[in-house]
């Protein structure tokens, strides 16, 4: 490589890290080097990295403390009391997918967003993502908001603290996360999506994520497990109708729904997948993000 393409790929380098901060600083954390390396989204190597973090160090924009990396001149609040309650409620998720994994629809129970990066506060709920067999997604859904409300761990607009949130469900099919995640997919979707941890089913959420286009070319550097993918079978044609039933029902119901016309939603509703967002953060955090980014 001549001297020039190398100093090109280390401003590169460097710009690609100071992306992936500024995302997290608009999520007020920091970030260890391996975490950080693995969700940089430009093929490098860890000493080119290392090189260019030290670069961004001596020039005032990174700073380095206690073993994490953030920008210079940005609120970070106490990491040690966040994750704390991070551990709390994951805790609970994980107690409480000892009962969900016995319903054999279920494939996968991920933790996502606020409480899978550990951004978490008194008020915070736990957001899952459910995988199911194919044929299955609705009669899930049905059987687990019925359950969760009727034992009162499901959110509502009065209580969500400590509550489970079940806007998210996929089936084993996978779908095309760029098209079906979120309305605006730069710098939140690959980081939102890998930071998920998997509380059950693990083996079936890698594989969606490792098989997806979208996130093979955001994640260069990310040391994927080894995975196998399976589409499970449903079986029983009549569970296959009352699925369908549901599926037909839910889309009526979501569609007369006034918050679901509302700019800033973001729905799908298909028989592989259910994705509620009816006042999708995406662009502000888009907004957020470009505005920090711009002062590095």
């Known amino acids: 490589m001549s001297i020039v393409r190398a100093q090109l790929k280390e401003q590169q380098v460097s710009s690609a890290i100071l992306d992936l901060l500024a995302y997290f600083a608009v999520m007020h954390l920091k970030l260890d080097f391996d975490t950080l390396y693995s969700y940089l989204q430009i093929k490098t190597g860890e000493l080119v990295a290392r090189k260019q973090l030290r670069s961004l160090i001596r020039q005032g924009k990174v700073q380095y403390r206690d073993n994490l990396y953030s920008l210079k001149g940005q609120h970070y609040p106490s990491q040690k009391s966040m994750r704390a309650h991070q551990a709390t409620l994951l805790k609970k998720a994980r107690r409480w997918t000892l ?57 509502n607009q009065q209580v969500s603290a400590g509550r489970f949130s079940l806007g998210m469900f996929l089936t ?77 029902r839910h889309l009526s119901h979501t569609a007369s729904q006034p918050k679901t016309h509302h700019p800033d939603a973001f729905i799908r509703v298909r028989p592989d997948i259910i994705n509620l967002h009816h006042k999708s953060r995406s662009a502000q955090i888009a907004e957020k993000w470009l505005s920090i980014r711009s002062s590095y």
């Open 99 to 155: 009962l969900f994994r016995l319903v054999p629809s279920i494939k996968s129970v991920v933790v996502i967003n606020s409480t899978a990066y550990g951004n978490v506060h008194s008020g915070s709920d736990i957001d899952l993502f459910i995988i199911t067999t194919p044929n299955r997604i609705f009669l899930t859904k049905a059987f687990l908001m019925y359950f969760l409300k009727l034992i009162k761990q499901l959110e």
């Open 172 to 248: 084993t099919k996978g779908a095309r996360l760029d098209k079906d995640m979120m309305k605006v997919n730069n710098p939140d979707l690959a980081p939102r999506m890998i930071t998920g941890i998997p509380v059950y089913g693990a083996d079936t959420w890698y594989g969606i994520l490792k098989n997806d286009p979208y996130l093979q070319t955001k994640l260069p550097n990310y040391i994927w497990p080894k995975t196998s993918i399976r589409i499970h079978g449903s079986g029983i044609k009549l569970l296959d109708k009352l699925d369908d039933i549901g599926y037909r």
